[in-house]
């Protein structure tokens, strides 16, 4: 017997549906689908690991878990998708975007693998998405950047960087 309702218990029961997130949570969950997305990027990179499975670890094992003392906050994975497809499949012209906004002695190969993760995570939803405006994922991922760099300027750089991106990625919102 379930104590709260006097019904039986049911072996086969169904969770109950979850709530939809408030306009407030939808907007976390989002900015943790980038930030989720460039540790994902950087973990790529450094392991040399396929998106797909990559992905996977951080949809089943890092969304809303807490590993060692770290709180993961729940991710939107829609977005989270988009962005490490996006990067996969453009990964290539966003490169070649960023080098353009980058000082010609540091391409993006020579940066930092956290800001190219940034960069390039920012690019992908710069080049994809028509909903979010450019000036939204601008600030997001310099927020990002502060996250990874609470004490230095990458703010400032990456916000810089990505203004260059944004006009060339999306030219018609900045008219």
Do not use: C
């Amino acid at each position: 017997m379930n104590a709260m309702t006097d019904t039986p218990e049911s072996d086969n029961a169904e969770p109950a549906p979850r709530p939809e997130p408030s306009r407030q949570e939808k907007k976390l969950m989002r900015s943790a689908a980038r930030l989720a997305a460039v540790q994902a990027l950087f973990q790529m990179e450094k392991s040399g690991d396929d998106w797909r499975e990559v992905r996977r670890e951080f949809v089943n094992h890092r969304f809303g878990q807490s590993i060692e003392g770290e709180e993961y906050r729940e991710a939107d994975p829609y977005l989270f998708d988009a962005i490490l497809e996006g990067t996969v499949n453009r990964q290539a012209q966003i490169d070649q975007a960023t080098n353009r906004a980058l000082d010609v002695a540091w391409p993006i190969h020579r940066i930092d693998p956290t800001l190219r993760a940034i960069f390039r995570a920012a690019g992908a939803e710069l080049f994809d998405s028509t909903v979010t405006p450019p000036k939204v994922i601008i600030s997001e991922f310099v927020d990002v950047a502060r996250a990874f760099f609470p004490e230095g300027k990458e703010g400032g750089f990456v916000n810089a960087v990505l203004d260059k991106v944004a006009r060339e990625a999306r030219p018609d919102a900045f008219r």
